[in-house]
């Protein structure tokens, strides 16, 4: 960093880039297209990869292809006629006096003009192996004593719509020499900085930019050095700030309800218990007794593997509620699940509580009404109709919102607004990674339930070429002879409903031929909800054999009895669709079969169909699709709102990740944040405000 000629036109880390030499109106529009406006978001735009050009290589000891710098003359430089219209090619030999290398250069003709034989320059290129021998491919080439690229390690940038590489590093090269580095303050508080060993800004940027010679290649490529995580927890940090903001706007006052969870209540809270909970499961439900004695109303996410056993998370919350005078409220998103629930709580708690259904199909929808109004009713259990406008609670204490995803943020405020300030318990069995999770709900507390209770009957998942599709089937035919159940799933084709209920009509006719005698029904997407719950029902009750679905076969389904689960076309599906879809078997006595059949594979696919096939964790399985797809693949970046980390990565990075939602928490809850930067606040906090407007409060 130079500084002499800085005391002539200082810039500020806030300059706007229009101030730098070089740049006109018409690159800071393109700039801005980009996103970057000031020097400061310049410097954010980190080089894509290093290359190391500190050390000189003889060219006698080259052994092996790879990036090389060389220090030489060229002789017989000539341009190379090539048949191909457009392409140049230029053909010289490098002499470096221990030995030469033939060298050439594609659509480079312009280099004639500037290299002279003879003269003595520096060359960085890469060295490849031919059958003709070693040569050297599109080297950079320098004059020794005003050499700018070499002696270093040079970081390569990527280029930003029509700003060329050389460009934007042109331009952070004159940044570091007009603004001192110094004056760019870090809106990271240093005790933070400090506690997590983290180096402050401006030296990240300055290392990052201009590493020193003795710094690590490896690891600024691989973007693990100090200098990224610090830019990388900032990036976190600054979300998870956002997010904590926003759960300060959702439960910023003091619940009017409070909780007693000791003595006789604790007795009666676990005494209906059909069984000992799992480590898992008793660890979520402390977290959330923790939530329930908490002044604030609980908000939280609890997220478990299909039959990990949060029914029952749900039931002993929903009985502290009622143990203190207040009602309870569950809501499911089928009428199908609603009942399931209704008839698990009927069972466990039936004789101690007054709990009622509601939903589309429920007989005496006023009397409900008017209990409910008294505070009669102390558990109601439904579907959407749950928050009807009708429907008024006399005291809600505690609201669960099971397989939560189904349903829009709207309608979880409209649940919380059956009561004063509730407390809000969502349910989710789509394993997605803790780090995804944190980002996409982090204004959720997180609980998670990685376990499965004993004693459950491993599924056997065999992954199989439609070639053998026959034996399948065949096999399928033995098992319903025995008295299995089974389902059979299709890939939704197409969004037309038609072309989805032709190909579940083709399929119906050919398990019509291949397993006679059985019967089969089946449903799709714009299936009549009536016409779905009936076949539901009679799948439940045991008189349809196989049940023919796309995609949309229901969550949270427990079929005990269905044991079979026959996925066709399993490549269009994703890892963790499978893997949810695979969860609707392994739920009784019965062995389990999960059986994925497969046209041609993308490598992808066959990845993907590995990993399925070699584990029935949710969450190895939610880890590896992060790994295979990336996280806007996997959540659908347009419809989760999962911002873009330019820096941060969820999988490289999770333990920083980790830090700032720990840190940002801490810091909202015991006021610390006012401590940041007052425009930095401002900012996170018109950011908070509006994702909570977006989210349909205010
Ligand atoms: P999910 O998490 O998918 O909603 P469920 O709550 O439906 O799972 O539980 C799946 C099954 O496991 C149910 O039949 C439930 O009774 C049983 N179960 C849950 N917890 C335990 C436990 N600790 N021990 C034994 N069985 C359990
Ligand atoms: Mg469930």
Redesign the pocket.
Known sequence: MGSEGATIDLITPTSPLLDLKGVGPKRAEAFDAAGLVTVTDLLFHLPVKYEDRRVESKIVSIESAGSYLLRGHLSQLRQVRIRRRGLTLIRGVLDDGSGTLPTLWFNRPYLLNQVEEGTEYLFYGTVRETKTGKELLNASCEVPERAQLSGRILPIYGSLGSLKAGLLRGLITQVFDRVGCEQIKDPIPQTLLDRNGLPNLSASFTNLHQPGPDSDVDSLNQRTTEWHHRLSYGEFLDLQLELSLLRDLEQYRSKTHSYSLQGDTHRRLFDFL?????RA?DRAFNEIQQDLLNAKPMLRLLQ?????????IAALALVAAIENGLQAAMMAPTEILAEQHYRTFRRLLGDRYRIELISRSVQNPSRIRKDLASGDIQLLVGTHALIQKQIEFKELGVAVI?EQHRFGVKQRRMLLEKGTRPDLLV?T?TPIPRSLALTVYGDLALSV?DEL???RLPITTRVVSSDRRSEVYDRLRKLLESGAQAYVVVPLVQDSTNLQAESLASTIEMLEQRLEGFRIEAFHGGTEPTERDRIMKSFLDGEIHVLLATSVIEV?L?VANASVMVIENAERFGLAQLHQLR?RVG?GPRPSFCIALHGDLTSEAQQRLDVFSKTNDGFQIADADLAIRGPGDLMGTRQSGLPNFRIGDLLRDRDWLERARRDAWKMVEEGDIHSMPSGYLQKLRRRAKRHYDELGGG
């Open positions: 059909p069984f000992e909970l799992t499961q478990g593997d299909v039959g990990s056993g949060k029914t029952i099971d349910m069995a339930i209770p004993p004693g949270g427990d969860g739920r």
